[in-house]
C-alpha cells in the first residue's frame, strides 16, 4: 500500500535450534574412561509477539519482515548446561491479529495485551551424561538439539474502536470526529480526504467515555475492492455501534436515501455479521439546507420506517452532535464487549515419516537411501561411537530396510549413500 498507512502485512519468523548435547569425561578414580559428564544443550529463542499500545499501524514491518531468534549453546564439560537462544521481541498494535498463511487460520488475536509466542524454540540435547548405564559406562554419543518452530504469518490490524463512523466520501463524516474528540484528522472539501483511519476518545459524561473511528473509502463496490473500501472495511469488523453518515443536503449531487441504501449493501456484501450491528443514522450538514426541511423529513421517514433511529445535525457548527455521542454511549452500555477472534489454528502433525516411506534408488552403482525417517534417524546417531554404529545398524535391519534392498539386488561391497554419509554394504 502506498497510503502511509499500513494494516496487513506478510512477515517471516524462525525460533532458535536447540544446542547439541556435549561428549565429555572427566577424571575420577574407579570411573571407565574418567566417567560421561557432557552437559546438555540450551533451549532454542521464541519469537514472541506482544502489544504496543504507541503503535497505530504495521507501517514498521514495511521494510524487516524476517525476525530469528537465536541458537542455543552446546553443552560444556563438568555437567554444564549450554546457553539457552536469546529470544526475539515483535511488538505490534493492539488489535492485530494473527494469521498463519498457509492456512489463513487464526493464530492470536492481539486485543488481550497478552503476548504470543509464534514460534517456540528446539529443545536442546541431551548430554551423554544421560546415557550411561550399567553395561555402557562410556557413551560416546549425545543427542543433537531439536530445530525450532518457523511460520510465514500474516499481520492483519483490526482497529479497537467501540464505534464506527461509515459513509460515503465527503459526507462530514472526519468533522464529526474532530467535533467530538481531540482527533484532529485531514480535512478539505474533496474525494478522499481521509486515506487512513482516525480514531478518537469521546468523552460524554464523568467517567463515561468511549472509542470512535472514521472508516474512509466506502463507496459503491467497496466490498469487491473499489476505492479504498476494501483495504479498511476490516477496521469496523470490532465496532459495537455504527453511526451512519448521510449528506443530506446533496451537496455531491447524490440522493440521500440512495446513499444510506448503497452503504448498507456494501457492508452486507462484505459481512451480514457486520450489517447486523445497531446502527444510528446521522443526516449531515442540515445547515446547508436552510428552512428547507424536506430531505431531512424524507431521509427520516424512511430510516425510521426500517427501525433506524435518526439524528440530525450540522457536524461543521456541532448541532446536534451533543445529543448523538450521548445516544451512542446510552447504546453502548448495553451492547457486548468489542468482539476478540478465537484462534482455530490447529498445528500440523510433525512429518516424522515412517520406514515404509523410506525410497531406494540405485544409480550406477550407489545405493541411495532417503526420507524423514532416515532423516530423523541418522539425526540421533554419533557414527564416531562404536555403540552409536550398532544401534544404527540395528535400526535399518529391524525396520526391513536391509531386506529391501537385498530384494532390489544390492550387493557385498557396494556403496550405500545415507544423508551425504557413505557406507559399504556387508550382508
Known amino acids: 500500500m502506498s ?28 570411573v571407565a574412561a574418567g566417567g560421561p559428564d557432557g552437559g546438555d544443550g540450551g533451549r532454542g529463542g521464541d519469537v514472541i509477539l506482544v502489544v504496543d499500545d504507541h503503535m497505530s499501524t504495521l507501517m514498521d514491518f514495511r521494510y524487516k519482515r524476517k525476525f530469528t531468534a537465536a541458537n542455543g549453546e552446546n553443552g560444556l564439560n563438568k555437567r554444564c548446561s549450554g546457553k539457552d537462544g536469546a529470544n526475539v521481541t515483535i511488538r505490534v498494535p493492539r488489535g492485530t491479529l494473527v494469521r498463519d498463511k498457509a492456512t489463513g487460520s487464526i493464530m492470536a488475536d492481539m486485543s488481550t495485551g497478552e503476548p504470543f509466542v509464534a514460534a517456540r524454540g528446539g529443545r536442546g540435547g541431551w548430554g551423554n551424561q544421560h546415557f550411561a548405564t550399567p553395561t555402557r559406562q562410556v557413551p560416546r554419543f549425545a543427542k543433537p538439539g531439536m530445530p525450532g518452530e518457523s511460520h510465514e504469518l500474516i499481520l492483519e490490524l483490526k482497529l479497537l474502536a467501540d464505534v464506527g463512523l461509515v459513509g460515503f466520501p465527503n459526507v462530514g463524516k472526519s468533522t464529526l470526529l474532530a467535533s467530538v474528540s481531540r482527533a484532529r484528522p485531514k480535512i478539505a472539501d474533496y474525494h478522499f480526504t481521509t486515506l487512513s483511519p482516525n480514531l478518537g476518545v469521546v468523552y460524554v459524561a464523568e467517567g463515561a467515555s468511549f472509542v470512535l473511528a472514521d472508516i474512509p473509502g466506502i463507496i459503491e463496490g467497496a466490498s469487491e475492492g473499489a476505492g479504498l473500501g476494501h483495504d479498511f472495511l476490516r477496521h469496523i469488523d470490532r465496532c459495537r455501534l455504527l453511526i451512519h453518515v448521510v449528506d443530506v443536503s446533496g451537496s455531491e449531487g447524490r440522493d440521500p436515501i440512495e446513499d444510506f441504501e448503497t452503504i448498507n449493501r456494501e457492508l452486507t456484501d462484505y459481512s451480514p455479521t457486520l450489517a447486523s450491528r445497531p446502527q444510528i443514522v446521522a443526516g449531515n450538514k442540515c445547515d446547508l439546507l436552510g428552512d428547507d426541511r424536506g430531505p431531512i423529513e424524507r431521509l427520516k421517514k424512511h430510516v425510521e420506517g426500517l427501525g433506524y433511529e435518526f439524528f440530525e445535525l450540522s457536524a461543521a457548527t456541532t448541532a446536534g452532535t451533543k445529543e448523538l455521542m450521548q445516544r451512542a454511549a446510552a447504546m453502548l452500555s448495553s451492547l457486548p464487549p468489542i468482539a476478540v477472534y478465537e484462534p482455530d489454528y490447529v498445528p500440523p502433525a510433525p512429518d516424522l515419516g515412517s520406514p515404509e516411506d523410506v525410497e531406494i534408488e540405485e544409480d550406477d552403482g550407489v545405493w541411495y537411501v532417503s526420507g524423514p525417517w532416515m532423516d530423523r534417524l541418522v539425526s540421533t546417531v554419533n557414527f564416531t561411537d562404536y555403540e552409536s554404529r550398532m544401534y544404527f545398524d540395528k535400526s535399518l535391519r529391524d525396520a526391513g530396510i536391509y531386506e529391501r534392498m537385498e530384494a532390489l539386488g544390492i550387493h557385498d561391497g557396494d556403496t550405500i549413500s545415507i544423508c551425504g554419509m557413505t557406507f559399504e554394504y556387508k550382508s
Do not use: L, P, Q
Open 3 to 30: 497510503y502511509g498507512f499500513v494494516d496487513k502485512v506478510t512477515i517471516s519468523v524462525y525460533a532458535g535450534k536447540g544446542g547439541d548435547g556435549a561428549v565429555t569425561f572427566h577424571r575420577e578414580k574407579f
